[in-house]
């Protein structure tokens, strides 16, 4: 067992690619939704764009260019950012086409190892998603998956994006924790990066399929993070 977590009450979690398989669930409801609408969809690399507009699109609301708003609109405005990419009108589609084609960010599958390991660390931790998520797409992603989540905290609760240091510290605060009472679940080196400055403990879970078989990113951990494990089950043996 990993010492240095008795102070830790609460494990929070990046959700998109730590806790759900989002490249696999997006293009499966896309290769069936567009597929009538897309000229020569390749619905794999359609997901890996619409994923490319996610920071960019975070950027404006972090930088004040725009006021919050929740994913789900900017997960709509970056869905039709995709089509024109690929010169498809997004008119041309019907907007509840376009809307069902949203919401599958609602539907996301959970990594095979989710739940059980989930489930072993709610023995000892309260545990929830700290996501940039809105709280109705984490709330039906949880439903769907069945991830036992003693909390939803979505984006809105924080009224701000990760990296940005209030939506971790309105976190904690929202938990009645302090910082070194909470640590940091994600599979991605700057999600850890991030919290750790702050006092936030880490724990590096490696997701080497996140981006598909070709992935050259977060294949291992870079940083000197608390744990580093292969997968829920593997950190529910380490600090459980």
Same mark, same amino acid.
């Given at each position: 067992?990993?010492?240095g #977590?008795d102070?830790v009450e ?5 959700? #998109?690619?730590? +806790?759900?398989d989002?490249r ?5 409801? +896309?290769a069936?939704?567009?597929? &009538?609408?897309v000229p020569d969809l390749d619905?794999?690399? #359609?997901? /890996?764009?619409w994923?490319? @507009?996610?920071? *960019?699109?975070?950027?404006r +609301?972090?930088?004040?260019?725009r006021e919050?708003v929740r994913?789900? +609109?900017?997960?709509? @405005?970056?869905?039709e950012t995709v089509?024109?990419?690929?010169g498809?009108?997004?008119s041309s589609i019907?907007?509840e086409?376009l809307d069902a084609v949203?919401?599958?960010?609602h539907?996301?599958d ?10 072993l660390?709610?023995e000892?931790f309260i545990?929830?998603p700290?996501?940039n998520a809105?709280?109705?797409l984490?709330?039906?992603?949880a ?6 989540? /003693?909390?939803i905290l979505?984006? @809105?609760v ?7 240091p209030q939506?971790y ?5 929202v938990?009645?924790l302090e910082?070194h009472?909470?640590a ?6 700057s999600d850890? !990066?991030?919290v ?5 403990r880490?724990? #590096?879970?490696?997701r *080497?399929s ?7 990113? /977060?294949l291992? !951990?870079?940083?000197?993070? &608390?744990?580093? !494990?292969?997968?829920? @089950? ?5 600090i459980g």
């Open positions: 067992m990993s010492t #977590f102070s609460a494990l929070v979690f990046d959700m #998109f690619g730590t +806790v759900v989002w696999t669930s997006i293009a499966a409801e +896309v069936v939704r567009l597929r &009538d609408h619905a794999h690399d #359609f997901a /890996d764009r994923r490319a @507009e996610y920071q *960019p699109s975070m950027e +609301v972090r930088s004040g260019e919050f994913l789900d +609109v900017l997960h709509r @405005e970056n869905l089509l024109d990419s690929l498809v009108d997004p019907p907007a086409v949203n919401l599958a960010w539907r996301l959970p990594w095979p190892d989710a739940i059980a390991g989930l489930t660390l709610k000892r545990i929830a700290l996501s809105n709280v109705r984490a709330l039906d992603v439903k769907r998956a069945g991830l036992p989540w /003693d909390a979505g984006a @809105e924080a009224g701000a994006y990760k990296p940005d939506s510290l309105r976190t904690a605060e938990l009645g910082t009472q909470l940091m679940v994600a599979a991605h080196n850890l !990066a991030s750790q400055a702050l006092g936030l880490t724990c #590096f879970v490696r *080497p996140e981006h598909g078989p070709g992935q050259t990113t /977060d291992a !951990a870079e940083g000197e993070w &608390d744990v580093v !494990a292969d997968d829920f @089950e593997d950190l529910a043996d380490q």
